[in-house]
């Protein structure tokens, strides 16, 4: 008779494709004893869970560290992880401590605060049909339940499930504990504004102001830093309603990460009046959102500041974005030509000669500061005022300045510049790109104690000296037909029209 082997093939091959499973099942088992080291890596701050992506039979975990773990469906010992009252991580089975080969609880890390030979993760595998577990490195081996058999018989997979909410990732293992993992944002876990003030607020005004988070871990404040603006948002909520809404954003202008610190530069243009004024309040609140993940400083109240001092300004959509005032210094209206100041000095006066100019010994060649020239006094090399020498700044305070010779020339070379007359006084409209206007007068300029040019012509202060001859400084020059660049002794009383970033 013949024989036919074809039962026998079958067995084998039903053997070989049980084998196959039985491996994958191990191979399952310690991968998610892999990922659960890595997650309890998260549960102490060194990597962050940044994505968790569902698969077929199973999860991928993303780490702000780049690294990836499986977690797999399938049936396995309940391997866990617990929290022991020294505040560290051990592995458990079954819910129960898993002892070493000393007796003692094995912990999930070492004491350096890493895996290492100190922290040996507890290894599984499958040999005739049985669940074996290793403590010491697969040296030894510990005979479990059985892998085969109904699911549920022996124990589950390591985790059930996974889930997750605005704040953080839940896993839950199979002993029912759930681990609770904040979301991170590129490695990233909390942001927390820094108060400007004891009462927690943080100071914030209607031109260029600067907000401090402090980023947890410190070394994500960087990463941050370099994603686009797109992700942050800035919004305020004014505690009674305004005229404008209940609720804006501010745009950002520029981001900063150091040393642990997130700096944030807004632009505050778009903030009430009143909350400036102080009429009516206003909370901010620093939102990061990123894919699916979503980080909130919380709400901060906002302090007003105005660094305007009350002063109005005008923005000409000038290049630099510099805004100019509407008023001289010591003008309560535009077309007021306001106080006289030799340059350099910051009190107008009835007298202007090199005789009793600050800033010389008599005369324009004994000159004692803002010099280049040795010929013509003590040299400093001095090009510009400082800030105590500014009668813009000395007088309004807050930001506000003097134009530089460059800023003038910015004013002058990007705004139409037209002749008329505002209430009663000859001047100019300074008109920008974008519409809007700022009025100069025609104040003429102070020499000795009279008065020349007023009404015809108008010179403004620049903060710039003049390095071909330091006794001049620079200024801008208009009357009916033109504008100009202009040069003349800095004992001259001339008006100031002040400018703020």
């Given amino acids: 008779a013949c024989y036919n082997d074809a039962v026998l093939k079958s067995d084998i091959s039903d053997l070989q494709d049980r084998v196959r499973v039985l491996e994958a099942q191990y191979i399952k088992a310690n991968e998610n004893i892999v990922t659960l080291q890595s997650l309890v890596d998260a549960l102490n701050g060194k990597v962050y869970v940044t994505s968790v992506t569902e698969t077929s039979d199973g999860w991928i975990v993303k780490f702000s560290d780049g690294k990836t773990a499986t977690i797999t469906n399938g049936v396995s010992p309940k391997i866990g992880v617990k929290k022991d009252s020294d505040g560290k991580y051990y592995w458990t089975l079954n819910g129960e401590w898993l002892l070493g080969a000393d007796g003692e609880k094995l912990p999930v890390e070492g004491e350096d605060g890493a895996p290492g030979q100190d922290a040996i993760s507890p290894q599984l595998k499958i040999e005739n049909d049985y669940w074996y577990v290793s403590t010491d490195g697969g040296t030894t081996w510990t005979q479990l339940g059985q892998a085969t058999g109904d699911p549920g018989k022996d124990g589950d997979s390591i985790f059930q499930w996974v889930n997750q909410d605005e704040s953080y990732w839940y896993f839950a293992l ?3 504990d759930v681990i609770k993992i904040g979301r991170g944002i590129h490695g990233a876990k909390a942001v927390n504004v820094i108060p400007s003030f004891s009462d927690g607020s943080v100071i914030a005004n209607k031109g260029k102001f600067t907000m401090s988070f402090d980023v947890l871990p410190a070394e994500a404040a960087e990463g941050l830093a370099e994603e686009s603006n797109d992700i942050f948002n800035v919004k305020v909520v004014y505690t009674a309603p305004t005229k404008a809404s209940n609720s804006i954003s501010l745009p950002i202008l520029s981001k900063e990460g150091k040393e642990g610190v997130l700096l944030l530069t807004v632009d505050g243009s778009k903030l009430d009046d009143s909350f400036v004024k102080g009429t009516s309040g206003a909370s901010a609140c620093l939102q990061i959102v990123w894919n699916d993940n ?3 400083s919380g709400y901060f109240p906002l302090h007003p500041y105005d660094p305007y001092n009350g002063h109005e300004f005008v923005d000409l959509g000038l290049p630099s974005g510099l805004k100019w005032a509407t008023c001289n210094v010591g003008a309560s209206k535009p077309e007021d030509y306001g106080d006289y100041f030799a340059w350099g000095e910051t009190e107008p006066k009835s007298d202007y000669t090199w005789n009793n100019y600050k800033w010389c010994n008599g005369s324009a060649n004994t ?7 040795k010929y013509i ?3 400093d090399n001095k090009t510009v005022l400082d800030p105590e020498d500014d009668a813009a700044r000395v007088n309004w305070g807050g930001s506000w300045r003097m134009p530089t010779d460059a800023e003038q020339n910015e004013l002058r070379e990007n705004c ?4 008329t007359t505002l209430n009663g006084v000859d001047g100019v409209i300074v008109t920008g790109s974008n519409g809007n206007s700022i009025f100069l007068s025609a104040a003429g300029y102070m020499d000795f104690a009279t008065l020349f040019r007023a009404g015809s012509d108008g010179y403004y202060l620049s ?16 009357d009916s037909g033109h504008v100009a660049r202009f040069r003349g002794g800095r004992a001259a009383g001339l008006p100031v029209r002040p400018v703020c970033d």
Avoid: E, H, P
């Fill in 367 to 373: 000159l004692t500061k803002y010099n280049n020239n």
């Fill in 174 to 176: 199979a002993n029912g």
């Fill in 377 to 379: 006094g003590t040299v």
């Fill in 416 to 419: 139409s510049w037209t002749w």
């Fill in 463 to 478: 903060l710039s000296v003049y390095t071909g001859g330091a006794y001049d400084a620079f200024s801008i020059y208009f």
């Fill in 294 to 296: 979503v980080m909130s």
